[in-house]
């Protein structure tokens, strides 16, 4: 899935796990943001556009949105979390080589989310590009057993 305990590392097994799908190869998670525009489909090849929302947009963040962060001093590649949780105030992320703290939930932390002039902002520490999403009209689903074997049988490791 890419370099063991990175956040796009993270983000590209979370979406394998939830969606059976993947994004190409990027340099860092800066990247994610100018050149990413799809995902795949593991079990058929089938592609997915990712929607970009630019920090301020209209649209309000949506569970499994993926939100892309600048680079900075402090964030010299960037970072890329994925939202669990959408409430009026926050958005709750899962995400992996950010705090090096233990979850007590099912998220890592809560970043607030401001809702002002007609645009949703999610306000972090650090800058945002804003967040993308996969257009996939509900076909996208999680790995279960059946997916896994056909995944299996394709790459020629059934048993």
């Not at 999403?133 to 999680?142: I, R, S, W």
Request: charged residues 25%; aromatic residues 16%.
């Amino acid at each position: 899935m890419g370099v063991k305990w990175q956040c796009v590392e993270y983000a590209r097994r979370w979406l394998f796990i939830r969606n059976g799908c993947i994004f190409s190869d990027v340099k860092s998670a800066n990247d994610m943001w100018h050149e990413l525009y799809y995902v795949k489909r593991i079990v058929d090849g089938k592609y997915f556009t990712l929607k970009t929302y630019p920090n301020g947009s209209p649209a309000k963040p949506k569970n499994g949105s993926l939100i892309i962060y600048e680079k900075s001093s402090k964030l010299p590649f960037g970072h890329v979390a994925v939202i669990v949780d959408v409430a009026s105030s926050y958005v709750r992320v899962a995400e992996q080589n950010y705090y090096y703290d233990y979850w007590y939930n099912n998220y890592a932390r809560e970043i607030r989310l401001k809702y002002t002039n007609d645009r949703y902002y999610i306000e972090d520490r650090f800058g945002i590009y804003g967040w993308m999403e996969v257009q996939d009209d509900n076909q996208l689903k999680p790995l279960d057993e059946a997916t896994i074997n056909i995944i299996s049988v394709r790459n020629g490791t059934s048993g």
